[in-house]
C-alpha cells in the first residue's frame, strides 16, 4: 500500500514560519522512495491546485514557482523517506492546502497530472 503522510500544518501569523513534512510508507513504495521525484502543490478554496515546489530523486535539482522562490525551501532525507518544505517569511496568501506527491516518471513537473501519488493534505493559515 503506497501512503504519503503530510504534517506540520497550521496557523501562523505573516512573517512567521512553518516546516511540512512528508513521509512515504508502504513497503514497496518504502523502497522506491529514492527513485521517486517530488513534488508540493497547494489548493485555496476556489482556486486551482498549484505547482509549489519539487526536488529530483537525489536532491540536486530544485524548482520552485515564483511566488515561492527565495521564501520556501524544498530538500528530502532519502534515508527517512521524506520530504520537507521550509516556508518563511509566510503571507496570507500562501494560505491554503498543501500537498506532496510522488512523480514515478522523474519528470520533475510543475504539473499536477504528472504526479502518480498523493498525500491527504495539510492546512496551512497565515493572518495577516
Known amino acids: 500500500q503506497v501512503q504519503l503522510v503530510e504534517s506540520g500544518g497550521g496557523l501562523v501569523q505573516a512573517g512567521g514560519s512553518l516546516r511540512l513534512s512528508c513521509a512515504a510508507s508502504?513497503?514497496?513504495?518504502?523502497?522506491?522512495?529514492?527513485?521517486?521525484?517530488m513534488g508540493w502543490f497547494r489548493q485555496a478554496p476556489g482556486k486551482e491546485r498549484e505547482f509549489v515546489a519539487a526536488?529530483?530523486?537525489?536532491?540536486?535539482?530544485?524548482h520552485y514557482a515564483d511566488s515561492v522562490k527565495g521564501r520556501f525551501t524544498i530538500s528530502r532525507d532519502n534515508a527517512k523517506n521524506t520530504v520537507y518544505l521550509q516556508m518563511n517569511p509566510l503571507k496570507p496568501e500562501d494560505t491554503a492546502v498543501y500537498y506532496c506527491?510522488?512523480?514515478?516518471?522523474?519528470?520533475?513537473?510543475?504539473?499536477?497530472?504528472?504526479?502518480?501519488?498523493w498525500g491527504q493534505g495539510t492546512q496551512v493559515s497565515v493572518s495577516s
Open positions: 508502504g513497503r514497496t513504495f518504502s523502497i522506491y522512495f529514492s527513485k521517486y521525484a
Open positions: 526536488i529530483s530523486r537525489s536532491g540536486d535539482r530544485l
Open positions: 506527491a510522488a512523480d514515478v516518471a522523474q519528470s520533475e513537473s510543475r504539473k499536477w497530472h504528472d504526479y502518480d501519488y
